[in-house]
C-alpha cells in the first residue's frame, strides 16, 4: 500500500509561480512512476505531467509544457511538480497518482493505482 500526500497548493496571481510537493509512505517509492493529474470544476481529471521511476523519462501535457517542471527526490520519496506563469486556466485540484513502473509512461488516470487527496490551486488575475 502506498499512500500520498500533496502539499504546495494555494492562491496564486497569474503570471506567478507554485511548487507542488507530493509525499509518499512505504520504502518502494522509487519503483514507481508518479504522474500529476488535475480536475477543474465541472472538468474530467485530465494529465499533466509523469516521470519515470528513474526519473530518466518525463512527459507534460501540451498546454503546460514550457511552464511545469516534474521532478522526483526518491531519497526523500516525494515527487513534485514545478509550476511557473501560471494561466488562469491552470485553476484546479492537482492530484499526484503512482503506478508499478513499467516501460512506458501513461498519461491515463485509470492505470494509476495509488491517489493523493488533492490540493486546491487557484490562479487569480
Known amino acids: 500500500q502506498v499512500q500520498l500526500v500533496e502539499s504546495g497548493g494555494g492562491l496564486v496571481q497569474a503570471g506567478g509561480s507554485l511548487r507542488l510537493s507530493c509525499a509518499t509512505s512505504?520504502?518502494?517509492?522509487?519503483?514507481?512512476?508518479m504522474g500529476w493529474f488535475r480536475q477543474a470544476p465541472g472538468k474530467e481529471r485530465e494529465f499533466v505531467a509523469a516521470?519515470?521511476?528513474?526519473?530518466?523519462?518525463?512527459e507534460v501535457v501540451d498546454s503546460v509544457k514550457g511552464r511545469f517542471t516534474i521532478s522526483r527526490d526518491n531519497a526523500k520519496n516525494t515527487v513534485y511538480l514545478e509550476m511557473d506563469s501560471l494561466k488562469l486556466e491552470d485553476t484546479a485540484v492537482y492530484y499526484c497518482?503512482?503506478?508499478?513502473?513499467?516501460?512506458?509512461?501513461?498519461?491515463?488516470?485509470?492505470?494509476?493505482?495509488?491517489w493523493g487527496q488533492g490540493t486546491q490551486v487557484t490562479v487569480s488575475s
Open positions: 497518482a503512482a503506478r508499478g513502473g513499467a516501460s512506458r509512461l501513461f498519461r491515463t488516470a485509470i492505470v494509476y493505482d495509488y
Open positions: 516521470i519515470s521511476w528513474s526519473a530518466d523519462v518525463t
Open positions: 512505504g520504502r518502494t517509492f522509487s519503483r514507481y512512476d
